[in-house]
Every structure is written in C-alpha cells, then in structure tokens.
C-alpha cells in the first residue's frame, strides 16, 4: 500500500491506536474495526459512482417489445463490511409486464439483501456448520449480524442451483450424447457406493452416496463425492456422469466397492460393467460379527474368537471353507441363531466372487478402504445428522449438495457462476 496513504490513516486514527499501542490484540482489533468502516465507506462510494445497469431508454425485451427505463431503484445490501445503498436502474415492458434489473442479474446479486462475498462466506462455514453456529461465527469473523434463517435460505438457493445444473448437465447428456473427457485419467479408478439415512420432517430417508477416487501423478489420493436424494437409476446416471469426468472411459483399471445391496449391484452392472467388483471388506466383515453377536452375545470373547476364525478365511479367500462351516452350523441350531448362519450363509454364497480377498490383495487392489462408508459419515453425517436435527427434502438437498461442492474443491467455479442471481 502506499506509505502516503498509510501515514495520514495512523494520523487520523492516532489518539485511538496510542491507547493500544503496546498491546498487539487490541490494536488489531482497533485496525480491523476501522477497515470495516473505511471498507464500507470505499464500497458505498464506488456503487454510487457507476452506472448500476443503466443501458440507455430502452433495452428489448424476451417478448421482442421493448423494456422502457423507470428510474433507480435503491435496494440496501449487506456486505462483508457493513450495509451499503445501491441505485439500481429498473426496466419494465409495458407489453408483457416483464421487468428487469440489470444490475443484480450482471453483480450476482439474488433476492436476499446480501452481497455475493458476504453469502459465499456464510455458505463456507455452513456446510460444516448448523445455520446458527454460521451465523455466530460471521459475526465473530466479520463483526455482521446475519440471521440464522437469512443463511438458511441463502444455503437453500445455492444449493438448489448446484442440484438444478447437475439435472441440466445430465439432461443435455440425454439430448446430445457428448461424454465429457477427463482431463487427467488415472490408470486405475476407484467407485465405491454406499447409502445413509437423513431425519426429514416425514421420517428417515435414503441419501446414497459414492465416491471416485484415485491416485494423481504425484501418488496422492484424489476423491470427488457424488449424493444425492435419488431413486437408484437416477443416482447411477449422475455417479456415471461424474465417473466420466474423472477417467471412468480413459482409466487401463476399474474397481468398484460395494456391499452388495441389489440396487448397487443393479448400477454397477448398468454402467460400470469392465469394473472388477468387490464386496467392501468392511462390510463383509460386518455381517460375520452381527452373526457372532446373535450367537454368543456382544462383547463375549467366545464372539470374538468365533469372529476372528472366520474372518481369518475370509481374508485368506477361503470362501468355500467358510460356507461349509456355516453350513454345518446351519444343522446344528434352530431359532434365531440358525435364522442368522444362514442369512450369513446367502449372503456369502450370492457375494462369492466378489470375496476373492487374497486375489484382489494380490493384485494392489483395495478391499475396503472404508472410503464410501468413511463418505456416509464425513460427507453427510457431520453436516446433515448432528443432534436434533430434523430437515425439509429441499433443505437437506441443497445442504448436501452445497456440501459435497466444497468438498470436490468446485468452490470458487460455483460462485464465479454467481448462483444468487440464477
């Protein structure tokens, strides 16, 4: 900054900072407060300087007709330094009654009294944060006074406008056909899919999750997270879309972890067919101690050694050992204890191929990385299943998809795009 200017701020501000001097944390906050001021000063004072979207008498409506000019209109926005007034110019058709605000549709303002930086920063501690710990944490940041209900519906447009272009983007696909093209493919990709449950107003409800991964030039885990509140096809065709993004087409090797479920089988068969097909580790290994814990009680060492046996040839790929074993089991219980060796029984005999354990370890392959169950919780429990909480299918949808936008690093595309104003 130039030395000029700063000398003759300390000047104007010197009683206030001599009484701090000596103590850094109070003049910082001294500081920041007068850049707040002077920020919004600078700010007030450029909008007032421009044209705010005057274009001449008369602009042409979509109509074909013409959009007569009215005058400025002013609107109060709230900025990350404070409230502002801005003189807009206003349109109006007198043949359709259409109306237009060239300003905010050009400055990315939305229908909220909140600037563009303002709301990004709100929505950057709202995906991880409940509306009211945003707002808490804007005025403690920023020293502004948002509204939990003003983030809310802030989160709830952006959102949905990210939900609105993956529909779009999945819409032209069916139109034109055109894949998108990686554009660095890794030689081996990862899918992994999984679903969770959402407390919405009505009941729980089914997010399903997936997550593509790989690794990038530099040996580092890349992850791009897709979730959505959708039925199974709809959800495979937005997982496949964004697989195709990141190198499903170009990728030598396709892996995909699941846990088997029908509708997961059913979507990796639809569009993910060259992929070799793994039951998640964990999962699998799930069911044998929901099966150990039935038989002998949870947290008894007989279900822990029980489980350990199994797991051992499980690991080891001995499937065929394991079936016989629980078959044999099978004859000798009756009641809940046989109702659960043989679910534990179907369940490995319809997975069998999937379990080859000791191959897919032998070829670098990972088994369960735990990365889409790891998504479920990361993705969509911290933000959407903390204490209390209870959503609408429209807050719960844009939450998450906001969410998964930050975390896929997408941020600064999103609102270059300037989603308030869409």
């Known amino acids: 900054m130039d030395t ?11 009683e206030e900072l001599n009484l701090v001097r000596g103590n850094l944390g109070a003049l910082e906050a001294v ?8 920020g919004c000063g600078l700010l007030q004072h450029i909008v007032q300087q ?24 002013s609107k109060d926005i709230h900025s990350l330094f404070g409230w502002i007034r801005i003189k807009r110019a206003y349109y109006h058709c007198p043949h359709c009654g259409a109306s237009l605000v060239p300003y905010d549709v050009a400055s990315g303002l939305g229908t909220e009294q909140i600037s563009p930086g303002l709301a990004k920063s709100c929505c950057t501690l709202a995906v991880d944060d409940s509306f009211e710990q945003a707002s808490r944490k804007i005025e403690e940041l920023f020293g502004q006074q948002v509204s939990d209900d003003t ?34 493919p890794p030689e081996r990709l990862y899918v992994a899919v999984d679903g969770t449950t959402v407390h919405e107003s009505d009941a729980w409800h089914e997010v399903k999750m997936g ?11 890349v992850d791009c997270y897709v979730g959505r509140f959708d039925n199974s096809a709809g959800f495979g065709w937005h997982l496949w879309l964004q697989a195709c993004r990141c190198g499903l087409r170009e990728a030598m090797e396709l892996v995909f972890l699941g846990d088997g479920a029908p509708w997961i089988r059913n979507q990796q068969r639809r569009h993910f067919g060259r992929a070799t097909f793994i039951i998640d580790w964990y999962h699998a290994l799930g069911h044998i101690w929901d099966c150990g814990k039935v038989l002998f009680g949870e947290g008894t060492e007989a279900t822990e050694k029980w489980v350990k046996k199994r797991e051992s040839w499980l690991w080891a790929g001995q499937t065929r050992r394991l079936l016989k074993d629980l078959q044999k089991q099978c004859e000798q219980h009756r009641g809940r204890n046989r109702e659960e060796l043989a679910k534990l029984y179907k369940y490995i005999q319809d997975n069998e191929q999937e379990m080859r354990y000791d191959v897919f370890r032998a070829k670098g392959y990972d088994i369960g990385s735990g990365s889409v169950e790891g998504a479920c919780k990361h993705v969509v429990g911290k933000r959407l299943k903390q204490s209390g909480m209870i959503w609408s299918r429209a807050g719960s949808s844009a939450t998450l998809a906001l969410r998964i936008t930050w975390l896929n690093k997408k941020w600064d595309e999103l609102w270059s795009q300037k989603p308030l104003a869409a």
């Open 211 to 221: 997550t593509i991964y790989w690794e990038n030039d530099r040996q580092e885990r």
């Open 50 to 73: 421009q044209a705010n979207g005057y274009q001449g008498g008369s602009i042409v409506c979509k109509c074909g007709g013409q959009m007569k000019f009215m005058g400025h209109r």
């Open 31 to 38: 500081v920041e407060q007068k850049m707040r001021l002077l």
């Open 4 to 14: 000029k200017i700063l000398q003759e701020l300390e000047e104007a501000y010197h």
């Open 151 to 184: 983030i809310e519906r802030v989160v709830h447009k952006v959102g949905s406008v990210i939900s609105q272009q993956q529909d779009r983007d999945l819409s032209n696909f069916f139109d034109d056909r055109s894949i998108p093209e990686a554009k660095s």
